[in-house]
């Protein structure tokens, strides 16, 4: 059941997201008293989400979901930030929608909205982990065990990086959209 639910949220997920982070804009009591905690608590932790994300671009970006808006993998992708964390991608979207709920110190969004996007995000997954596993099967099912959803393993951050360079170009043709969402939604 929740294979099929996070199967209907990747595909409709460009729909859901954007309304879902509109009830940012809708006047809500406060996170926060103080507002100055809730701007700089919030900032650093889109920071670390967008840092997480254009990271994860720079250094290996995975095609898939682009396939009629299904999930699709052409390789199984272990290495690098994927060594400390299998969804790193989502990673990054969680912290920075968690932030930008701070920031905004909206409790709506913040104790409502973002435990919905937890459990959308951990629909999906669970909708790649049952491709992923149809696909890779054994190969998988060892990565899947020895490398957590979304926290990361940060005693392997720097051994991650090893024998990658960054690739600021890729950064910039991938999430300029995103960028440029992020900055116009603070």
């Known amino acids: 059941m929740i294979v099929k639910i996070g199967n209907f949220f990747f595909h409709y997920r460009n729909f859901f997201f954007p309304v879902l982070y509109a009830t940012l804009f809708i006047p809500t009591p406060v996170v926060f008293a103080n507002e100055t905690l809730a701007i700089v608590l919030g900032l650093a932790i889109i920071a670390f989400g967008i840092t997480t994300r254009c990271t994860t671009i720079g250094l290996e970006y995975i095609v898939r979901g682009g396939r009629n808006r299904t999930i699709y993998a052409e390789k199984l992708v272990t290495e690098g930030i994927y060594s400390i964390c299998r969804n790193p991608m989502y990673l990054g979207n969680l912290s920075i929608l968690l932030g930008f709920g701070i920031f905004a110190n909206s409790a709506l ?13 951990y629909a999906i997954i669970k909708a790649e982990e049952d491709f992923l596993f149809g696909k890779f099967g054994e190969e998988f099912d ?30 910039v043709m991938k999430e300029y959209n995103s960028l440029f969402i992020y900055f116009v939604g603070l």
């Open 109 to 121: 969004f913040t104790f409502i909205i973002f435990p919905l996007y937890l459990f959308i995000y």
């Open 142 to 171: 060892v990565f899947r065990k020895n490398v957590h959803a979304l926290i990361p393993k940060f005693s392997k951050l720097g051994s991650a990086f090893k024998g990658y360079s960054f690739n600021w170009g890729k950064v």
